[in-house]
């Protein structure tokens, strides 16, 4: 049986820029490597001062990573990645410490700047710096990738049309950050979070690599079970048939009524042969194809669990999600009895609340104490 978890104490739409690669140093430490580009100042976040041994607050850097994975997407979205990272206080003065690093994953239509902006209502600096001033937490390093596309969100997949974005998670930004800066580089000390789109692909991803994430921690969670993102009316489906037909009519995008389902189809039935969208839609005159359907029921969680609970039972898991959240509680309900049936230790907690209301709170008073118990903490590894 689930239990909550037992260590207690919006969305901003942010344009990044591209740029292009200005270093050419390969990365092995996982295998396929990312060039480091340019460190970037942006509004809202600080830049590195001079260093003291009495810092209260962590600093902030916001750096571009390029990716080989992502390179050549049928999309055209930039390779060349945005990054934003939070070092605990102290950091520069202990040049000794070594760090665990807590990877938050953002949401749909967000982008890294979404927690890390001044302005941001999930505002990760802000809520390290204050639990570890409340004692509530331990200092790790927190990084957010903008995960960002034409289609508002990658889903965190793999694929020809948007690119291989697991493997520049799992393996090229984890590459990068344990090269350029102080951490533990063990999977006892990586964590993998995300709300909403950043949950599932906590999900898919973790779930995949238990040698790189020992823990996840998964808030309100999209595209869990085969009907997710998947146009269920009259309406929404003559929209995904009208926009797939003629995107030429649609210079700003998909109605907004459409844009997961969209997105989801970009991400998980790719289809090279079929420019300028490069995906299969899943309706072909009005009909559910039930084969562009498969493939893409083929990327949920819900799809994916047998194949992987020799994985999952190597992680530390955890999941909430707030009571007025209705399909996404349903679904996440429903992965918790899947994982309680095949006896996958983990923790699930419905809360009260929607499905954005409460995440400030829940990260700040969750997410950071529950790593900062399951991670192996900072400390002294010359």
Not at 202 to 208: A, N, P, S, V
Request: charged letters at 20%; aromatic letters at 8%.
């Amino acid at each position: 049986m689930s239990t909550a978890p037992s260590w207690s104490r919006r969305l901003l739409t942010a344009h990044w820029r591209r740029r292009a690669g200005a270093a050419a140093l390969v990365l092995a430490s996982l295998g396929v490597g990312a060039v480091p580009a340019a460190e970037a100042e942006s509004p809202g976040i600080s830049q590195d001062g001079g260093p003291s041994a009495h810092e209260k607050t962590g600093t902030v850097r916001r750096v571009s990573v390029h990716s080989r994975a992502l390179t050549g997407n049928l999309e055209g979205d930039s390779p060349d990645r945005e990054v934003s990272i939070y070092l605990p206080p102290g950091y520069r003065a202990d040049r000794s410490t070594r760090y665990p690093v807590l990877y938050m994953l953002h949401g749909f239509t967000e982008t890294d700047l979404s927690y890390f902006a001044s302005d941001a209502r999930t505002n990760i600096p802000a809520s390290a710096d204050r639990t570890l001033a409340a004692g509530t937490s331990r200092k790790m390093i927190i990084v957010t990738p903008n995960a960002m596309t034409v289609r508002k969100g990658s889903n965190y997949s793999s694929g020809a049309t948007t690119g291989d974005w697991e493997t520049f998670v799992s393996n090229e930004l984890v590459s990068y950050v344990d090269t350029h800066y102080r951490t533990i580089r063990d999977r006892r000390a990586r964590g993998l979070a995300g709300h909403s789109m950043g949950g599932y692909g906590t999900l898919r991803i973790g779930m995949k690599h238990p040698d790189v994430f020992s823990s996840l921690y998964i808030l309100s969670s999209c595209c869990i079970d085969q009907n997710s993102n998947i146009p269920d009316t009259p309406e929404e489906i003559a929209a995904m048939q009208n926009f797939t037909a003629h995107p030429e009519n649609y210079p700003d995008g998909p109605p907004s009524g459409i844009a997961t389902a969209v997105a989801a189809a970009a991400s998980w039935a790719p289809n090279p042969s079929k420019p300028p969208l490069y995906f299969d839609s899943p309706f072909v005159d009005g009909r559910l194809d039930p084969q562009v359907f498969a493939r893409m029921t083929a990327n949920r969680p819900l799809a994916m669990v047998d194949q992987y609970l020799g994985n999952l039972r190597q992680q530390n898991i955890s999941f909430d999600v707030g009571d007025a959240d209705k399909n996404i509680a349903a679904n996440l309900t429903r992965l918790d009895a899947v994982l309680t049936g095949y006896g996958v230790k983990h923790s699930f907690e419905v809360y009260e609340g929607d499905h954005t209301n409460r995440i400030p709170e829940r990260f700040e008073n969750k997410v950071l104490p529950y790593f900062s118990k399951v991670l192996t903490p900072a400390g002294d590894r010359r």
